[in-house]
């Protein structure tokens, strides 16, 4: 069963569908199931000698046609069952495509040996691809080198999806407080991910000015600082705070994603480009460093101090709202 954090990264309008695609390719894992699909593609007969020629019992075989039918995966129709329109959709966009990949199992691990050593640019792995026999360079089923979203919920995806396969270093400037997305990086700065994060000093200043009242001038006056300012905090993280005029975000030297910005209204989220190129990735890096460079070493900002404390988990709570006004 799916559980509930992993939806949380799920846009609200797509849930319905992950729950759909869920239950399809739970029926398909099935191997039974997936055997009578595949020999519905030229009809398969509707026919009483038809279980003990797919080597099945009836009950077996009637229960797997039942769930295909269930599943809006295959019709009975004149004697035959046949795949529906979207099973025709399945079978040749993804089963087919599928099957032959997995012909090629074994180049593609070498692939990914090459690819996480970190001694070979995408560059140097295209060409090895190249060179293997019946090892397809370009396939219109790989996922584009750019990808655009334009909503916040599609970008809080694009990010923890990415951040899941970053394998050595995220680096971060952002605009913004996301808990799904610092809690996502989190997890992977304790498996030795290394994290740099640049974090918009407006945005802290404003957090500490709603919460000034907690602070107290005493002994642990620079403990509650971090609380209130450092959502990041006591987590394994380069921080600094600074000037951040447009969100990007770097994974592994390789892709980068930058933020969209709206001369008009610089403070609302309209969008956002994630590129998939060591080049790129190269010059954005170059600009994160200056970024990092300017700012000053110390990321704490002085609050105002009052009478009055709270816990680390009342102030983390604050930063699942996103600025867009």
Request: charged share 25%; aromatic share 8%; proline share 3%.
């Amino acid at each position: 069963m799916i559980s509930l954090p992993a939806l949380l990264a799920i846009p609200a309008l797509e849930k319905a569908s992950f729950e759909s695609t869920a239950k399809l390719l739970s029926v398909l894992s099935k191997k039974n199931n997936l055997m009578l699909f595949m020999s519905a593609k030229n009809g398969l007969l509707a026919d009483s000698s038809s279980p003990h020629n797919a080597g099945l019992s009836k009950k077996i075989y009637y229960t797997s046609l039942k769930r295909l039918i269930n599943s809006g995966l295959i019709i009975k129709t004149g004697g035959k069952y046949l795949h529906t329109s979207l099973g025709s959709v399945i079978y040749e966009s993804h089963i087919l495509k599928l099957t032959e990949q997995m012909r090629n199992t074994k180049h593609l691990r070498m692939i990914d040996t090459l690819k996480y050593s970190g001694g070979f640019s995408d560059t140097d792995i295209e060409k090895f691809i190249s060179n293997l026999t019946g090892v397809r360079t370009s396939t219109p089923d790989i996922p584009a080198r750019i990808e655009m979203v334009w909503t916040y919920e599609e970008m809080v995806s694009a990010i923890v999806e990415r951040t899941e396969f970053c394998r050595n270093e995220i680096l971060l400037a952002s605009r913004y407080f996301n808990e799904i997305i610092i809690n996502s990086i989190l997890r992977k700065a304790k498996l030795g991910v290394d994290v740099k994060v640049i974090s918009e000093k407006s945005l802290v200043t404003q957090f500490f000015e709603q919460n000034n009242h907690m602070m107290l001038n005493d002994k642990n006056s620079l403990e509650r600082s971090n609380v209130v300012g450092n959502p990041w905090y006591p987590g394994k993280i380069d921080r600094q705070v600074g000037n951040v005029p447009f969100s990007i975000i770097i994974f592994d030297r390789k892709e980068v994603g930058i933020e969209f910005i709206d001369a008009n209204e610089p403070k609302i989220f309209k969008g956002a480009i994630f590129i998939r190129d060591e080049q790129t990735s190269k010059l954005m890096m170059e600009y994160f460093q200056k970024m990092w460079t300017i700012n000053p070493e110390d990321t704490t900002i002085t609050p105002t101090t009052t009478t009055t404390s709270t816990t680390e988990s009342s102030v983390s709570s604050r930063y699942m709202q996103r600025t867009e006004v």
